[in-house]
């Protein structure tokens, strides 16, 4: 097992490096952060040598062996527009995040399992329909028009739940006051996440139900209740690792919009904040972090397999 971690981190490198030179590429596209900064009280020599402190006056290619020198140093440079560590950015804003995506994909695993393997064992039946239903609802329903939704009815209309924010100005900051912020943020993630889910589960626990060990099982007269959540459940784990392995990037594409509508002080906010302002340094710094924690989200995956089916080795 630690001979194959060892392999994968080391493929992991490069697959870092070549996603670093397309963002690079990809963001050298979009212009120079100086066209931020044009206007009629700046002179082009002011923008010259703005350019040239910054090193933008050189090549892309020079541009970005520069930066992955710095990186490679425990560098990632600082923020042209608020002249900040862009690492210290991150490490502030990483925390909210992380805890955001992590309690909706818990809380998505513990909606989806018990609902997929529901309306697997009863398919065909109202209930079976009633899950499916709601869970192309929740697959269908935009993010960003969940999120105002809820937005509207529970901060406007009914001023329960807070509309955007990590705490509350002057309210010290404590657990509660934090988990009413979370609320709205995480419904909106969770329910997206859950409908895709449970599809996931159904489809993966049903196809498990169908082989033959499980009608020798219930042949044998061992029982509903074991034949499913023993035998047939636990089969049914592989598909249903990768699933929620799959949810990591999509929960750090998903976090950016909520981010971005609830306040929410997280990494997606930053990013937005700076491709709008075309803040190089950021923008790869943070799509450094997110490659990153994608890559460990596929080697977890990757060890739950092992865990889940003794059979699984890896060399």
């Known amino acids: 097992m630690w001979k194959y971690i060892v392999k994968r981190l080391l493929i992991a490198v490069p697959v870092l490096l070549g996603i670093t030179i397309i963002d690079y590429a990809l963001m050298s596209l979009a212009g120079s952060p100086l066209d931020m900064v044009q206007g009629a009280r700046v002179s082009q020599q002011a923008l010259a040598e703005k350019g040239a402190a910054l090193g933008l006056n050189q090549p892309v290619v020079v541009q970005y062996l520069t930066w992955l020198g710095q990186v490679l140093t425990g560098n990632m440079g600082t923020s042209i527009k608020s002249h ?3 690492a210290v950015m991150i490490g502030s804003h990483i925390g909210p995040t992380l805890l955001l995506m992590g309690v909706s994909l818990l809380i998505s695993i513990l909606i989806a399992v018990p609902a997929g393997i529901y309306s697997a064992t009863h398919q065909y039946k109202k209930g079976d329909y009633a899950v499916v239903g709601l869970s192309f609802l929740g697959t269908s329903i935009p993010s960003f028009f969940l999120a105002l939704i809820l937005i509207y009815l529970f901060s406007v209309k009914f001023s329960v739940l807070p509309s955007g924010g990590m705490t509350t100005l002057g309210a ?4 509660l006051d934090v988990v009413q912020h979370m609320v709205l ?7 997206g996440m859950t409908g895709t889910n449970i ?4 489809s993966a626990v049903l196809e498990i139900l169908q082989q033959d060990y499980l009608r020798t099982a219930r042949a044998k007269g061992i029982g509903r209740f074991k034949v499913i959540n023993k035998h047939a459940l636990r089969n049914a784990l592989i598909p249903v690792i990768t699933v929620f392995g799959m949810q990591i990037p999509a929960l750090f594409g998903g976090a950016v919009i909520v981010e971005q509508v609830f306040s929410w002080p997280g990494l997606g906010l930053m990013t937005m904040s700076a491709i709008t302002a075309r803040d190089y340094p950021v923008i790869m710094g943070v799509s450094l972090v997110s490659a990153v924690v994608v890559l460990l989200g596929n080697l977890l ?8 089916d003794p059979s699984i080795q890896y060399q």
């Open 84 to 86: 900040e560590a862009v």
């Open 172 to 175: 010290g900051g404590g657990v």
């Open 185 to 191: 943020p995480v419904i909106v993630l969770v329910v």
């Open 199 to 202: 599809r996931y589960i159904r």
């Open 301 to 308: 995956t990757d060890i739950l397999y092992a865990a889940a």
